[in-house]
């Protein structure tokens, strides 16, 4: 399922680059209404014309009836959300500190489900104004420019390819995430277990191995029982990380309340990394034969994200204080070594990672095949998604290697395209499609939203600085 999943009627036409100046944005002309609709067999006069092109358009009425249940959209957006981010929580609180580290968490929780929900409020609305079913996230973003102000119209296309390019990058390198997790799991255990010394850079080669055959993976019906098994693997995990975390009475006083200074940026950059998920949302809103109900109180997001927030907070909390200075990128790492119990949670958790792999792999290539398949003839298309995807999952393997610590490579992810994608992107597409006579009492909108980039683009910058220079100190010192 990719993130431009949205509805493509059979008749679509190309986008175009924006309107001309000076110009109304034309009429999106894939438009499923029709005046057969109406049932009237009576000629239409100019006036009727004008006023039934002039009757709001409800996007809603419009879906699939056979789409997903309210519960089922529910389900997809907590498993997109509880992943490899959780067990990274408790490294979160341990650059942040007790007390700093609930408070933002909860606070930062609250950004990331605003960002969401302006997203989806701002592609409910286009989609009446182009007279569309549903957008994808990139698809919004388009429309938001072709149908703003006549200054911004030029840039529509740039703004999709941005989004596009984006949702790439942050799939390819959480990808990267994954098999540095993947292998790191797979080192401590065996290497414990068998008393040997391999490198962890070992471990990511033969990691590798089994991406490339579930990264040729193209049709998302074969992945479910992957998911459904990782599902599974997941739940059992979390209840011996919860055994292990109160197993032995816990100890606050020598954890600080808020950490250093030096290591916010990387709970910031941390935090978003687990709580984004960004790419997902629409696909999910998409799909859905109710969306209305995706919005609103309680909702699927509100319900979803209350969840999530609170599970992060709970296993960030309780886990920075039981494993204290010691904790790594993914709490599983911290379970005993050699204790039978501790090596199931490592192995079932790397093992759940690497079925998800699949589907995390699946929504970039989907978006840079449809970018690039017209460059070669259809008798080729099999033989070139073929390579394409063994040469990405390479690539992505050398990046692991090069970057075989977890912690500062979580960081930089959610740092750079985190930051971009969940926070910065929603607030300015909702600025440009209020402007400039709907963005509230003394343009309160407009600010609320340059305060959000503002914050988006410092925990970049700051994030982003702390990771790399975290890399190269533990590069420079590497044998």
Not at 248 to 276: G, Q, R
Not at 317 to 330: A, C
Not at 342 to 366: R, S
């Amino acid at each position: 399922m990719t993130d431009n999943a949205g509805f493509r009627p059979d008749a679509e036409v190309s986008a175009s680059t924006g309107p001309f100046p000076g110009e109304n944005p034309p009429a999106y002309t894939t438009s499923v209404v029709s005046l057969n609709d109406f049932n009237s067999k009576a000629n239409l006069t100019e006036k009727n014309k004008l006023a039934l092109s002039e009757d709001p358009y409800s996007p809603f009425e419009h879906r699939d009836p056979k789409g997903a249940s309210t519960g089922g959209a529910l389900a997809h957006l907590l498993k997109s959300s509880l992943g490899t981010g959780i067990l990274a929580m408790p490294m979160a609180f341990h650059n942040a500190g007790l007390v700093f580290g609930m408070c933002m968490t909860l606070i930062v929780g609250f950004l990331c489900t605003h960002c969401v929900h302006i997203l989806v409020k701002t592609s409910h609305n286009i989609c009446r104004d182009a007279k569309v079913p549903a957008l994808g996230f990139a698809e919004t973003a388009e429309k938001v420019f072709e149908y703003g102000p006549k200054g911004m119209r030029p840039y529509s296309n740039f703004a999709k390819q941005f989004v596009d390019i984006g949702l790439m990058a942050t799939y390819y390198a959480a990808a990267c995430v994954y098999i540095v997790f993947i292998a790191t799991s797979f080192h401590d255990v065996i290497n414990y277990d068998c008393n040997l010394n391999w490198d962890v850079r070992i471990y990511i080669a033969l990691t590798v191995i089994p991406c490339l055959f579930i990264g040729q993976i193209r049709n998302l019906k074969w992945l479910v029982p992957f998911s459904l098994m990782a599902n599974v693997f997941i739940v059992i995990t979390f209840a011996i990380v919860l055994y292990y975390m109160f197993d032995e009475p816990l100890v606050y006083s020598d954890k600080p309340l808020i950490a250093p200074a030096a290591h916010i940026p990387l709970f910031f950059a941390t935090v978003i990394f687990a709580m984004e998920g960004i790419g997902v949302v629409m696909p999910v809103e998409n799909s859905m034969r109710k969306p209305q109900q995706f919005l609103g109180c309680p909702g699927v997001l509100n319900t979803a994200m209350i969840t999530v927030v609170l599970l992060y907070a709970i296993i960030g909390f309780f886990g920075y204080v039981r494993f204290g200075d010691t904790v790594r990128g993914s709490i599983t790492l911290n379970l005993p070594e050699g204790s039978w119990l501790g090596d199931t949670a490592k192995l079932l958790m790397a093992v759940a990672i690497l079925f998800t792999f699949g589907l995390q792999f699946y929504v970039p290539n989907e978006i840079l095949w449809r970018k690039i398949n017209h460059k070669f003839s259809p008798e080729r298309h099999n033989i070139t998604q073929i390579l394409l995807r063994t040469g990405i999952i390479l690539v992505s393997g050398g990046v692991a290697a090069a970057i075989p610590n977890l912690e500062p490579f979580i960081s930089l992810v959610g740092a750079v395209f985190f930051s971009l994608l969940g926070i910065f992107v929603p607030s300015f597409v909702e600025t440009v499609y209020l402007y400039p006579d709907r963005l509230g009492w003394c343009n309160w909108k407009m600010v609320k939203n340059i305060i959000l980039g503002v914050f988006s683009i410092l925990a970049l910058i700051a994030g982003a600085v702390a990771s790399i220079g975290e890399i190269i100190e533990m590069y420079s010192g590497d044998d």
